[in-house]
């Protein structure tokens, strides 16, 4: 991995070419080179896609189903599982992502991330391809809910402007949430300490969204610490895309926004911290 980036040449910035135009090519390259490092990984063990369809299947089989016969919470003009299916879609990818910050202790104690860290790459480079590799991860996700989604005969929108979105505002999704997950990994270590920090982490991410439930339902303490936490965003711009009858609540704009925002702030707070892991 590192090799690959420290064998990336360098040279002055060629006629009519400035060096903030070289500098830029740079760190495209050096990100997607990381991120295909990272996507080989994944080809190496096929069945990590397979164990992620587990989860998603006993929330919209058991709980999906159950609760849509008791009819106890209001969805208006979508039934519950319906209404349901973009906010598991949606904590499939953050409970993937949020763990993925692992990768980073994994890589200190077997001293990849020493050698990645005195590469040319930038800090920025390194974290936003570690991100891009997530994101593409969580389209298997994706593809799981969707093939779920079928089984079930939830209205589904087909259109390619829908399935743009849907995979779009995944990958950002992803890239977010495991950019969190890095910077909790550099603060925290070890990678016991990681993962009960990651646990704690999840289920009030996940409850305290409208990924299950609407906003209309919640007591206002619990509503306003939804709409400040991005997974509300990337459910509320899934149900709109994904589902027939699915609208936005805040506005596909703002959902976005959002999600540039975070993404943009964390991947430059990740990288300020990123060296520390090594120490």
């Given amino acids: 991995m590192a090799e690959a980036i420290q064998r990336r040449p360098r040279f002055a910035a060629p006629r009519g070419v400035s060096a903030n135009e070289l500098a830029m090519t740079a760190f495209i390259r050096d990100t ?60 499939s990818v953050l409970f993937i992502a949020i763990f993925y910050g692992i990768s980073v202790i994994w890589e200190r104690d077997l001293g990849i991330l020493q050698k990645l860290v005195v590469t040319p790459a930038t800090r920025s480079a390194l974290v936003l391809g570690k991100a891009l590799s997530a994101g593409v991860r969580g389209l298997s996700q994706g593809v799981i809910i969707y093939l779920l989604a079928l089984l079930l005969r939830v209205p589904i929108r087909f259109g390619l402007g829908a399935i743009a979105g849907v995979l779009g505002f995944i990958i950002l999704g992803s890239a ?72 936005p609540l805040f506005g596909l704009g703002m959902d976005l926004g959002v999600h540039l925002v975070v993404l943009a702030a964390l991947v430059l707070l990740t990288a300020k911290l990123y060296p520390n892991v090594v120490r």
Avoid at 218 to 228: E, F, N, Q, Y
């Fill in 32 to 91: 997607t080179a990381l991120a295909e490092v990272e996507l080989r990984k994944l080809g190496r063990d096929p069945i990590e896609l397979f164990t992620r369809a587990i989860q998603p299947t006993l929330w919209l089989l058991v709980f999906g189903q159950v609760f849509g016969r008791l009819r106890a919470i209001p969805t208006g003009n979508l039934s519950y599982l319906t209404f349901m299916v973009p906010g598991i879609l949606a904590q």
């Fill in 176 to 247: 977010l949430f495991s950019t969190f997950s890095l910077a909790v990994a550099c603060l925290v270590k070890t990678r016991e300490r990681f993962m009960g920090i990651g646990q704690v982490l999840t289920m009030p991410l996940f409850f305290a969204s409208n990924a299950i439930y609407p906003l209309s339902v919640m007591p206002a303490w619990l509503r306003a610490l939804a709409k400040i936490n991005p997974l509300s965003y990337q459910v509320d711009a899934l149900r709109a895309l994904m589902v027939e009858g699915g609208h």
